[in-house]
């Protein structure tokens, strides 16, 4: 395999997909020299196959808000590879969705999900549209205007939708309403994330936050350290920022900061479980404004325009918000003021550049792909207990998911440590992943 070629191909089918062709470079550059060693994958053109979505949907979505007026926006279903269980990923409503992030994230979730140890493909979806400012019944009716569209693509054995970026339990409860009555069956396998009263896994909310703080303990742990008393700025405040803000204060860890679009609000004592609490309020808000918080709590708070949670000082960083969120400068301010650790929580959070500066100034750095899987790895059992018709208690999920994050940090050690010894967890994930998936494809044939 040249990855350079590979990616000249690439760059030449597919021109301005940006996202998608940085997340092609970097699991290609990661496996080349295992690839290489395996004969029989060049053979078949594993690669060649694997940078190619099996199937991509795309398709309008027409809809009318309060006022009456007609709107339109794009939907989209990337159905990225099938190799080893039924497409599997979320789907995001957010202004700045296009092909190009979404075949990023449908080619990231393939080997995220490998990495699970659940049988799951890689997939994912979403639109243009954006609920910031939109009202509850807006979102349902587009949520409903989407399944109409979407529905027939679906299905628990075939591709199984889950939340993302604007998309929590509220938006999956509209659309699987409108799923339901299409297809004339109560199948709450088709999607995950959903309501506890009708199929929703016990902890699936929190659970990508949850997962990303206890392969964090791993990694501390494999470094010599305790989280206990260190301190963390993270960004966001949806599902995902929640979840780890949740489980890092109850592991004795400090959040220290929060941040959104429109500023960073500092927490010097540490974030409370009033805050927490709050910040799933600032959610459903559709305000999207951390400001919201300082407002809540000014005496123990400190809101700054503008800025980001990585100003702040901090021993780590889990950026939790969107792709490339963290760049090379802000990475060189965190290293500046002392942080020793970034684990992405979200998916492709850090530019090459300032993974690149995390790994030249030796701060453990581990990728999205491996550190966030929990969330996916929940609607797995999720999905396992809608085909069985049961419910797991919290201690079962939790049990199963403390599992699944060991075994992915187990598999990153055994495929990123380098011959000094050090661990280079983005190798790691990226050759663990790619192995499973490979090796489903060759067995399968040409298909």
């Known amino acids: 395999m040249n990855v350079q070629n590979i990616m000249t191909n690439l760059e030449a089918k597919h021109p301005g997909e940006n996202e998608f062709l940085q997340a092609v470079r970097e699991v290609l550059e990661s496996i080349e020299e295992v690839y290489n060693q395996h004969p029989e994958f060049e053979k078949a053109k594993i690669v060649e196959r694997m940078v190619e979505p099996d199937r991509v949907f795309t398709f309008r979505v027409a809809w009318v808000d309060d006022n009456g007026d007609v709107q339109t926006n794009l ?7 099938g190799a ?11 202004k700045a969705v296009n092909l ?3 075949k990023f994230l449908g080619f990231e979730q393939t080997f995220k999900n490998a990495l699970t140890t659940l ?41 199984v939708p889950a939340g993302d970026v604007g998309v929590g339990g509220r938006e ?9 009555k299409l297809a004339r069956e109560y199948n709450t396998g088709v ?3 959903k309501g506890s009263t009708w199929g929703g896994s016990i902890l699936r909310p929190e659970a990508t936050g949850f997962g990303a703080l206890y392969f964090t303990e791993h990694l501390l742990h494999k470094a010599g350290k305790d989280i206990k008393g260190l301190t963390i700025a993270l960004s966001g405040f949806g599902n995902v920022a929640w979840g780890a803000a949740t489980k890092a204060t109850e592991l004795g860890a400090k959040v220290v900061a929060i941040s959104g679009p429109d500023g960073v609000c500092e927490i010097p004592g540490g974030i409370t479980k009033e805050m927490i609490d709050y910040m799933l309020e600032m959610r459903a808000s559709n305000r999207n404004k951390v400001e919201d918080m300082a407002t809540k709590f000014p005496a123990a708070t400190k809101f700054t325009a503008g800025k980001k949670a990585w100003s702040v000082k901090c021993d780590i960083a889990l950026p939790c918000a969107f792709q490339n969120e963290l760049n090379e400068a802000d990475a060189k301010e965190l290293i500046a003021n002392g942080t020793w650790c970034c684990c992405e929580v979200s998916n492709m959070g850090c530019t090459p550049e300032a993974i690149h500066a995390f790994q030249t100034n030796g701060i453990l750095f581990a990728p999205g792909k491996a550190v966030n899987a929990g969330g996916v790895a929940t609607s797995g059992l ?8 049961i419910s797991w208690s919290a201690k079962e999920v939790d049990d199963k998911l403390h599992f699944i994050m060991e075994s992915i940090h187990e598999a990153c050690v055994k495929y990123g ?11 790691g994930a990226n050759i663990a992943g790619f192995m499973k998936v490979a090796q489903a494809m060759l067995e399968q044939g040409v298909c």
């Open 191 to 193: 999607l995950t994330g």
């Open 100 to 102: 190009s992030m979404l």
């Open 417 to 427: 440590t380098q011959p000094d010894g050090k661990i280079d967890y983005v190798k």
């Open 382 to 389: 999720e999905m396992t207990q809608n085909a069985a018709h």
């Open 84 to 94: 080893i269980g039924p497409y599997k990923g979320g789907l995001r409503f957010h």
């Open 119 to 159: 049988p799951m493909g890689g997939g994912k979806g979403g639109s243009d549209f954006d609920p910031v400012g939109k009202s509850d019944a807006e979102i349902m009716r587009f949520c409903q205007a989407f399944m109409w569209e979407l529905w027939q693509n679906i299905g628990p054995d075939t591709d």
């Open 75 to 81: 939907g989209y279903r990337v159905q990225f590879n």
């Open 172 to 180: 999956i409860g509209y659309m699987y309403g409108m799923y339901k």
